[in-house]
Nanobody, 127 residues
């Protein structure tokens, strides 16, 4: 199974930026969709952003559109999440995940479609 390792989390003040990285143990192009999810204490895990590894089509949750950017570096087998204009409500554990199929607008955020998950990296945004 593919191993995913997230990094780049930390503590930042509101309005600040962080860039998360997800390093994959095998070429990302072998996994059709990569996604970033987050889970805040007491809340369900939710999709934040997704990317089709072939073609680079991207998807975003409404709550992060215009502030977060997902990207990939296939040469490095890495997917990134650039997070700008961070808000306290962005505080959560962030997870990287990969799916064996190409996912689209109505399915990229569904957890059941992903079968490889990282351990997560904590993001804390203070007001």
């Amino acid at each position: 199974a593919q191993v995913l390792v997230e990094s780049g989390g930390g503590s930042v003040q509101a309005g600040g930026s962080l860039r998360l990285s997800c390093a994959a143990s095998e070429p990302t192009y072998r996994r059709n969709t990569m996604g970033w999810f987050r889970q805040a204490p007491g809340k369900e895990r939710e999709g934040v952003a997704g990317i089709l590894t072939y073609g680079g089509v991207t998807y975003y949750a409404d709550s992060v559109k215009g502030r977060f950017t997902i990207s990939q570096d296939n040469a490095e087998n890495t997917v990134y999440l650039q997070m700008d204009s961070l808000k306290p409500e962005d505080t959560a554990m962030y997870y990287c995940a990969s799916a064996p199929t190409r996912l689209y607008d109505g399915s990229w955020y569904r957890l059941a479609n992903y079968n490889s998950w990282g351990q997560g990296t904590q993001v804390t945004v203070s007001s």
